[in-house]
């Protein structure tokens, strides 16, 4: 069984940083993408950044470009949103997704997870 277990959210101030991290375990597949997307109450869901296992590849969302980066650590099996200048707007529930094999980066882009984790909840408010 897949699983994929999110940690670091929380409350943070306008403009400031957090880090969310995505413990990754028990693939079976060496062809992954895997990666993050968000949703806020009353909103749609975000494809927000994800990368390939195979060539390192990442994916930005426009609205996070230059404000969030995202990072693996292969000896743990865990990936890393590191959040920067982080805005209001940015508040959601964000959660760990990743597809697997044939076609995953094409599946990340239209939203066909294969796997999610739970959520982690960040608030950015003063």
């Known amino acids: 069984q897949v699983q994929l277990v999110e940690s670091g959210g929380g409350l943070v101030q306008p403009g400031g940083s957090l880090r969310v991290s995505c413990a990754a375990r028990l693939f079976t597949s060496d062809t992954r993408v895997i990666g993050w997307f968000r949703q806020a109450p009353g909103k749609e869901r975000e494809g927000v950044s994800w990368?390939?296992?195979?060539?390192?590849?990442?994916f930005y969302a426009d609205s996070v470009k230059g404000r969030f980066t995202i990072s693996r650590d292969n000896a743990r099996n865990t990936m890393h949103l590191q959040m920067n200048s982080l805005k209001v707007e940015d508040s959601a529930m964000y959660y760990c997704a990743a597809a697997v094999g044939p076609g995953s980066w094409a599946r990340m882009l239209t939203g066909e997870y294969d796997y999610w984790g739970q959520g982690t909840q960040v608030t950015v408010s003063s």
């Open positions: 990368m390939s296992s195979s060539d390192g590849s990442t």
